[in-house]
Structures are given as structure tokens and as C-alpha cells.
């Protein structure tokens, strides 16, 4: 069951350019957390938000959590080259268990 | 330095085989899952482990078997009953918070192909 769904799909970007990437899920959440993923490679935890937060700064990354509205969004500030990959959002259910349910992913790039 | 080792990367299976992909992890963490990842498909969980002896069904856990008798060690076996295993195979651990999720650390993925 797909819980997030990531959007949009696909984002091209110029260098220097901000990125920005958006999650919708559907139930009640504990935490929120994005990943991202470089071609071929294992996923990479970026930012954990819970559910009483509304917005988390790491470095150039910025989340906003929305929980009226079941949704958060992936900020990249000044990108880069080396940000192009794929980002996920996951979420867990209140009530359930401590695993994770991912979106189908979007995939930037940033071109030099 | 801790991390987690999925072996081996790239692993191909003939007609009624079973195939075991090996997930070895040193950062002391109770919980362990396996994913598979399709194209366009984001991720989805085959089986999931809280503690050693103990495992649970995800999502899509028909034609794949687990075991778990050591807290560093998750293998999964790809059965001959899953029609069709080609997919990029994720393994992933993460610390216990009861009722919560935490971050989950990955490692490089096993690359699955039918011969």
C-alpha cells in the first residue's frame, strides 16, 4: 500500500536554482522522513519531522509538515550538481507498527 | 566504520531456483527490513524484523522467506514461487522506538535478474 506519493515526478533544475518537492499521505502520521537515492545506490536518510513540528531545517534542506492538510514539502536551497537523484518521502500510521511506507519518488535534476 | 553490506550486488536466478541475498549490519540495531524497488515503483516491504527469532509479513512477502537468528544478520530467500523476481532488493535497519518510527540506515542493494 503506497501511503506518500511525491510531487512532481520529475524536476529539472539549473545550478544555483532552489528545488522544491511535495508529499501527500493519507492517514495519520508519527513521523515523516525524506530519503534520497543516487542512481544504483542504497537510500540515504535526509530530515525526520514528527507530526507536532511544522517545519525542520538540515544544512540547504528545509521541510514544512502540514498536518491539516496531510502533506509536507521538500525544500533545496542553492542546488547543485550533486543534488541530482531521486527524493522520498515515507511515513508511518498512527497505531500501527514502527515501519515505514514510501511514495513512488521524484527525480531531480540539476544541471551545471 | 558501522554500516550495512548487502551481498552480493549483482545476483541472477535460472528457472525454479531459490536465491538467498545476504544483509549484514554492525550498527547494533534491533529492527531489519527488506525492500524491493521496480522502476517508477518507489519502495515496497517484503518482510520486516523487530527483534532476533521474530519476523513479520510486509506488503508483498509471497515467494520470499526470511530468517532471523542473529541480531546482525537478515537474509531473504527468493523462492521459485515468485514469478517474477527481477528488481533491485534493498535491505535496511533502523533503532527500536515502540509505536514510532526512526530513521532507517540502507545499504547498496542486490540487482536481481531471471536468466
Known amino acids: 500500500s503506497q501511503q506518500g506519493e511525491e510531487d512532481p515526478q520529475a524536476l529539472s533544475i539549473q545550478e544555483g536554482e532552489n528545488a522544491t518537492m511535495n508529499c501527500s499521505y493519507k492517514?495519520?502520521?508519527?513521523?515523516l522522513q525524506w530519503y534520497r537515492q543516487n542512481s544504483g545506490r542504497g537510500l540515504v536518510h535526509l530530515i525526520l519531522?514528527?507530526?507536532?513540528?511544522r517545519e525542520k531545517h538540515s544544512g540547504r534542506l528545509r521541510v514544512t509538515l502540514d498536518t491539516s492538510k496531510k502533506s509536507s514539502s521538500l525544500l533545496i536551497t542553492a542546488s547543485r550538481a550533486a543534488d541530482t537523484a531521486s527524493y522520498f518521502c515515507?511515513?508511518?500510521?498512527?497505531?500501527?507498527?514502527?515501519?515505514?511506507?514510501f511514495g513512488k519518488g521524484t527525480k531531480l535534476t540539476v544541471n551545471p | 566504520d558501522g554500516g550495512i553490506t548487502q551481498s552480493p550486488k549483482y545476483l541472477f536466478r535460472k528457472e525454479g531456483q531459490n536465491v538467498t541475498l545476504s544483509c549484514e549490519q554492525n550498527?547494533?540495531?534491533?529492527?531489519m527490513y527488506w525492500y524491493r524497488q521496480d522502476p517508477g515503483q518507489g519502495l515496497r516491504l517484503i518482510y520486516y524484523?523487530?527483534?532476533?527469532?521474530?519476523?513479520q509479513k510486509g506488503d508483498i512477502a509471497e515467494g520470499y522467506s526470511v530468517s532471523r537468528e542473529k541480531k546482525e544478520s537478515f537474509p531473504l530467500t527468493v523462492t521459485s514461487a515468485q514469478k517474477n523476481p527481477t528488481a533491485f532488493y534493498l535491505c535496511?535497519?533502523?533503532?527500536?522506538?515502540?509505536?514510532?518510527?526512526?530513521?532507517?540506515?540502507f545499504g547498496d542493494g542486490t540487482r536481481l535478474s531471471i536468466l
Open positions: 535496511a535497519s533502523s533503532r527500536r522506538a515502540p509505536g514510532t518510527s526512526q530513521p532507517q540506515h
Open positions: 515515507a511515513t508511518d500510521a498512527v497505531g500501527g507498527s514502527e515501519k515505514l511506507v
Open positions: 550498527l547494533n540495531h534491533d529492527a
Open positions: 492517514t495519520s502520521i508519527n513521523n
Open positions: 519531522i514528527r507530526s507536532n513540528e
Open positions: 524484523s523487530q527483534i532476533v527469532n521474530d519476523f
